[in-house]
T-cell receptor, first 115, second 116 residues
C-alpha cells in the first residue's frame, strides 16, 4: 500500500521555467513532510521540509505548498536551472502508537532542466 | 566531516551466500535506518533503529536482519540473498525524531547489490 503518491514520474523543463512536483498522502497522522533531492550516484539529501501547521514554506527558489484538507503538498522550483536536474522525492512521517517512527517516501520524479 | 559511510559500494553475489553491508555514522545520531531504492518504487524502509539495542521492522523487512550493538554502526545482513533483493541500498541516520516533527536524515552513498 503506497501511502504517499507522487507525480509526475518524469518532468522536462526549460531553463528559467517553473518545475512543479505533486504529492498526495493518505495518513492524517503524518506531521512532517520533507523533500529530498538525489543526484546520480549519490544518496538523497534534504532539500526543504514543512510541518502541517503552515501552508507554504520558501527557501530560495524552492517552495513547498501544503493543503491539509486535500492531503496534498507540492514542490515548486522557480527559475529552474540545469543544475537542478536530479530525482526528487517527497516523503511523510509520523510517530506510531508504539512510539515507532517511519519515513515514507513517494516514488520519485526525475527532473531534467534543458539549457 | 559529518558523514554516513557504507561498505561495500558495489557487490555482486550469488543466491544463498550470506552477506553483510556495513553502515557507520560519526554524528552521534540515535536514529538509523536502512532503505532500498527500486525504479518506480522510490525508497522503501527495511529496518530502523531508535537507539542501541532497539530495532524495528520497516515496510519491507522480509529477508533482512539488522543489529545495533553500538550507536555508530548499523549493519544490514542478508542471510540467504535472493535475486529479488537486487537493489540499491541506502543507510541513513538522524537525531531522534520528536513530537515536533521529524529531523533531517543523512544518507550514505549507497550500496548497489546484484544477486545472481
Amino acid at each position: 500500500q503506497q501511502q504517499v503518491k507522487q507525480s509526475p514520474q518524469s518532468l522536462i523543463v526549460q531553463k528559467g521555467g517553473i518545475s512543479i512536483i505533486n504529492c498526495a498522502y493518505e495518513n492524517t497522522a503524518f506531521d512532517y513532510f520533507p523533500w529530498y533531492q538525489q543526484f546520480p550516484g549519490k544518496g538523497p539529501a534534504l532539500l526543504i521540509a514543512i510541518r502541517p501547521d503552515v501552508s507554504e514554506k520558501k527557501e530560495g527558489r524552492f517552495t513547498i505548498s501544503f493543503n491539509k484538507s486535500a492531503k496534498q503538498f507540492s514542490l515548486h522550483i522557480m527559475d529552474s536551472q540545469p543544475g537542478d536536474s536530479a530525482t526528487y522525492f517527497c516523503a511523510a512521517s509520523a510517530f506510531g502508537m508504539d512510539s515507532s517512527y517511519k519515513l515514507i517516501f513517494g516514488s520519485g520524479t526525475r527532473l531534467l532542466v534543458r539549457p | 566531516e559529518a558523514q554516513v559511510t557504507q561498505n561495500p559500494r558495489y557487490l555482486i553475489t550469488v543466491t544463498g551466500k550470506k552477506l553483510t553491508v556495513t553502515c557507520s555514522q560519526n554524528m552521534n545520531h540515535e536514529y538509523m535506518s536502512w532503505y532500498r531504492q527500486d525504479p518506480g518504487l522510490g525508497l522503501r524502509q527495511i529496518y530502523y533503529s531508535m537507539n542501541v539495542e532497539v530495532t524495528d521492522k520497516g515496510d519491507v523487512p522480509e529477508g533482512y536482519k539488522v543489529s545495533r550493538k553500538e550507536k555508530r554502526n548499523f549493519p544490514l545482513i542478508l542471510e540467504s540473498p535472493s535475486p529479488n533483493q537486487t537493489s540499491l541500498y541506502f543507510c541513513a541516520s538522524s537525531s531522534t525524531p520528536s513530537g515536533l516533527g521529524g529531523y533531517e536524515q543523512y544518507f550514505g552513498p549507497g550500496t548497489r547489490l546484484t544477486v545472481t
